[in-house]
């Protein structure tokens, strides 16, 4: 299974991206979804989440500005990301748990998987 996350980029503070993250291999369920970030010299923490059942959580820095969803046809996560601020400046990692189905039809046990990460500077 790969994650690819795309739509990061330079914004000016106050402007909005929206991030991309969609799976793609031998995927036989995805239960939750989510979006990490790192800033340098930071730990990797969370920004939001969402389950199959589309419940979501966020992080209290980011409640009120950014919005996740899914595409459960596409394998897809967004993260829409509005009235950025500098301290959002991170590289952001989608993240997904996966069960998979391998080729002699058996059903792997969950597993975590992440994608390569996407840039989002926020500057003037």
């Known amino acids: 299974v790969q994650l690819q996350a795309s739509g990061g980029g330079l914004v000016q503070p106050g402007g909005s991206l929206r991030l991309s993250c969609a799976a793609s291999?031998?995927?036989?369920?995805?239960?939750?979804m989510g979006w990490y970030r790192q800033a340098p010299g930071k730990q990797r923490q969370l920004v939001a989440t969402i389950t199959s059942g589309r419940i979501t959580t966020y992080s209290d820095s980011v409640k009120g500005r950014f919005t996740i969803s899914r595409d459960n046809a596409k394998n897809t996560v967004y993260l829409q990301m509005t009235s950025l601020k500098v301290e959002d400046t991170a590289v952001y990692y989608c993240s997904m748990d996966v069960r998979m189905i391998v080729d002699n039809g058996e059903i792997t046990s969950w597993r975590k998987f992440w994608g390569q990460g996407t840039q989002v500077t926020v500057s003037s």
């Open positions: 291999g031998s995927i036989f369920e995805i239960d939750a």
